[in-house]
């Protein structure tokens, strides 16, 4: 798991298209600190502006490798 604590976006400026994948970097900083992946939201969904979106805490899953 890679989350140990709940971790919530900005709210947004302005109506966001449909979010269907996700990228993890190592600082909050728009444009800072280093990419270590992506992945995919099992259900994709919109945002609307002032909307911020919330992982909850142990919800993302980080592996290596692909699923037998």
């Not at 993890?24 to 939201?41: K, S």
């Amino acid at each position: 798991r890679w989350n140990p604590a709940d971790v919530t976006t900005p709210p947004a400026n302005a109506e966001w298209p449909t979010v269907a994948s996700f990228t993890i970097w190592d600082d909050a900083n728009e444009g800072g600190g280093n990419y270590w992946g992506f992945g995919n939201v099992s259900t994709a969904f919109s945002v609307q502006a002032g909307d911020a979106i919330k992982w909850p805490t142990n919800k993302v899953i980080v592996g290596l490798g692909s699923a037998p």
